[in-house]
């Protein structure tokens, strides 16, 4: 696991910005990227990826086509001929394919969240990432709920800057409760919830120990000024927002400097 590339506070636009344009489109991920993040911050983008019949990465958040395309039916059952004739959002955008998107973002980094718990959706972005730049390559990180992915991932190539799997940020999170942090998993970009069924994951202490081993800590899902700042007080490094621009805004307010 590489270490970060900067210090600075990370606002991480979920989906391309899932609140401010169709979520996964290359329509969405273009508007974030003018949003204005202050002077201590910095624009992060993420896209969610599946893999098609043929084994290629589109950017679909969903198994199934109906909720956020003119399709039906399952992704995984489509070649990627077939999926590209599809529409994502209402702006008629052809479905992204992952080339696409690591091009658009250009040299901000670019949170992956496989969704597929086939370990060929692993072997796909590694096929596809070593296509891309030196520098393109390190700013990806991987992301995915499936503790399988996660580890398949680190397996395959060690050099993949990796998110922490749901299983590690639980025994991390149960740990500090104990004040055992030097037993907990290290070496990841810890990206948890602010909180979980009632209990605080984001604290000074679960930040403060992720830091004091040089690792990250983004919340997800902050949309509001006040609550990204409290979290930064508190020691976290980024926050994943579905209103990257108008967080930026708020943050880059006198209002948010005071």
Not at 216 to 221: D, F, I, L, Q, T
């Amino acid at each position: 696991m590489l270490p970060s590339m900067s210090s600075a506070f990370t606002v991480v636009a979920k989906a391309g910005g899932s609140a401010e344009g169709a979520e996964n489109t290359c329509e969405a991920i273009a508007a974030a990227l003018t949003a204005p993040p202050p002077p201590w911050a910095q624009l992060a983008i993420e896209v969610d990826l599946r893999l098609s019949a043929d084994d290629k990465l589109v950017a679909l958040h969903d198994a199934t086509l109906e909720r956020t395309t003119n399709g039906v039916g399952s992704v995984r059952e489509l070649p990627l001929v077939r999926l590209r004739e599809l529409h994502a959002g209402p702006g008629k955008e052809r479905i992204p394919r992952f080339e696409e998107v690591s091009e658009l973002v250009g040299e901000h980094d670019l949170v992956i969240d496989l969704h597929d718990r086939d370990v060929a959706a692993v072997e796909a972005l590694l096929r596809a990432r070593e296509r891309l730049p030196l520098a393109a390559r390190q700013r990806m990180i991987l992301a995915s709920e499936h503790e399988g992915i996660v580890q398949a991932a680190r397996r395959l190539d060690p050099g993949l800057r990796s998110a922490a799997s749901p299983r590690e940020a639980w025994r991390k999170l149960l740990l500090g409760r104990l004040h055992l942090e030097r037993w907990a998993p290290r070496g990841h970009t810890w990206m948890v919830p602010v909180r979980h069924r009632g209990i605080e994951v984001v604290t000074q202490r679960f930040a403060e120990s992720a830091r004091h081993v040089g690792d990250e800590v983004w919340a997800y899902v902050v949309d509001e000024a006040p609550e990204t700042e409290r979290l930064r007080r508190l020691g976290a490094t980024g926050c994943f927002t579905t209103r990257p621009r108008a967080l930026c805004t708020g943050l880059s307010s006198p209002a948010a400097a005071r």
